[in-house]
């Protein structure tokens, strides 16, 4: 079956960086169309970036020029490299991506969810 599998949180300080990956696993064609989320304390789930199957980016004004994300289409993951990272940065991060499979129908699925702290 397939999931969609995040991994790459934990604690950082100020100024550190993290990669996190969201691996398609199962019987997987393709993994397409990926955009990631942040949920912290008390606020609501942000969209944060974009990458398309060909690999355009876009990113939201609080993490552009900090975060990047990139994909390796052979490995069905995807990546969010972030830099400079901020105590405001704190959130659960979450990937969503169109996957295809044997059927060769385009579906949706979310990852499980990592924490990212930020914290001196």
């Known amino acids: 079956q397939v999931q969609l599998v995040e991994s790459g949180g934990g604690l950082v300080q100020p100024g550190g960086s993290l990669r996190l990956s969201c691996a398609a696993s199962g019987n997987v064609f393709n993994i397409g169309y990926t955009g990631w989320y942040r949920q912290g304390p008390g606020k609501e789930r942000e969209s944060i970036a974009t990458?398309?199957?060909?690999?355009?980016?876009n990113y939201a004004d609080s993490v552009k020029g900090r975060f990047t994300t990139s994909r390796e289409n052979a490995k069905n993951t995807v990546y969010l490299q972030m830099n400079s990272l901020k105590p405001e940065d704190t959130a659960v991060y979450y990937c969503n991506a169109n996957i295809r499979g044997p059927d060769s129908t385009w579906r949706s699925y979310w990852g499980q969810g990592t924490q990212v702290t930020v914290s001196a």
């Open positions: 990458i398309t199957s060909r690999g355009e980016a």
